[in-house]
């Protein structure tokens, strides 16, 4: 797994605190090798669902 800390990660457009919560982590998966590839894809996936609604444009 890739635990680069650099912005390449992220749309310019992506939310600040789905940013952080990503980061967190990644921090958190370099720290625990006990999550695995799929695990950490999973979270990801889920982090950045929770954030989708706000590039919905039907929301406004």
Same mark, same amino acid.
């Given at each position: 797994? &890739?635990?680069?800390?650099?912005?390449? &990660?992220?749309?310019? #457009? #992506? &939310? @600040? /605190?789905?940013?952080? =919560?990503?980061? @967190?982590?990644?921090?958190?998966?370099?720290?625990? %090798? %006990?999550?695995?590839?799929? =695990?950490?894809?999973? /979270?990801?996936?889920?982090?950045? =669902?929770?954030?989708?609604?706000?590039?919905? %444009?039907?929301?406004?």
């Amino acid at each position: 797994m &890739d635990h680069s800390d650099d912005q390449s &990660d992220f749309a310019p #457009d #992506d &939310d @600040l /605190l789905m940013q952080q =919560e990503i980061m @967190l982590l990644k921090l958190k998966a370099f720290h625990n %090798s %006990s999550i695995t590839d799929a =695990e950490y894809e999973i /979270l990801e996936k889920e982090i950045r =669902e929770k954030y989708s609604y706000r590039h919905r %444009s039907d929301d406004y």
